[in-house]
């Protein structure tokens, strides 16, 4: 099955610096990258997702880059805020949407 | 459009009792999906279901745990005889179809989750 790897585990920036949280898969029929966000005691949110026939998406100051070659994906968040502060999950998908996720980023962004 | 929706939000077993999660989905989507979640853990997949239909039991323990989601009403997941192993948050996500060969899967919306704990 497939099998998702998350690094790094924790990350902590300076408000205002770009945050990378970088993920790999192993399974090539897997054609669906969503990202999640999830505050403590909260519900994951997604907050972008990509899929296999696109490089890159966009979203205000949140990106997603996915290289299929390689088989990883990375979230890039440009001028962090405390409120970015949160755990950020990636997880690849094939049809059928059962998600496998990956172990979670404690990402800290400090005033 | 209500979201998905699970209750309870917090439930309390003893060692040895059943539990019950239930799960009503989005309006207009088909599919759920239940999630566990230990304390300082990433998100594992239990099973997939959709109405009257298992489609995927492969994360689900082979004892104790079962699913369903009949034609009318919430999904259910029952754990029979709890253990204090299975307190974890237990969350729930709902889909519409999966898109065909050429569109790939579409987006999972989680309900707040069911916090249990066996005490």
């Known amino acids: 099955g497939e099998n998702v790897e998350q690094h790094p585990s924790t990350l902590s920036v300076q408000e205002g610096d770009s945050a990378v949280i970088k993920c790999t898969y192993s399974d090539s029929a897997s054609n669906y990258f969503p990202w999640y966000k999830q505050e403590l005691g909260k519900r994951p949110q997604l907050i972008i997702d990509?899929?296999?026939?696109?490089g890159e998406k966009k979203d205000q100051r949140i990106a997603v880059t996915l290289n299929k070659t390689a088989k990883h994906f990375s979230l890039h968040i440009t001028e962090t805020q405390p409120e970015d502060s949160a755990v950020y999950f990636c997880?690849?998908?094939?049809?059928?949407?059962?998600?496998?996720f990956g172990t979670g980023t404690q990402l800290k962004v400090e005033l | 459009n209500a979201g998905v929706m699970q209750n309870p939000r917090h439930l309390v077993r003893r060692r040895g009792q059943e539990a019950r999660l239930r799960c009503s989905p989005m309006?207009?989507?088909?599919?759920v999906y239940w999630y566990r979640q230990l304390p300082e853990e990433g998100l594992k997949f239990m099973v997939y279901?959709?109405?009257?239909?298992?489609?995927?039991e492969s994360g689900m323990p082979k004892e104790r745990f079962s699913a369903e989601f009949p034609k009318e009403g919430p999904s259910i997941l029952r754990i029979q005889q709890v253990v204090r192993g299975d307190s974890a948050a237990y969350f729930c996500a709902s889909s519409t179809r999966p898109g065909g060969a050429n569109r790939g899967a579409t987006e999972a919306f989680f309900g707040q989750g069911t916090r249990l704990t066996v005490v």
């Open positions: 279901l959709q109405k009257e239909n298992i489609i995927d």
């Open positions: 309006k207009g989507h088909s599919h």
């Open positions: 990509i899929r296999s026939n696109v």
């Open positions: 997880a690849a998908s094939m049809e059928g949407n059962k998600l496998t």
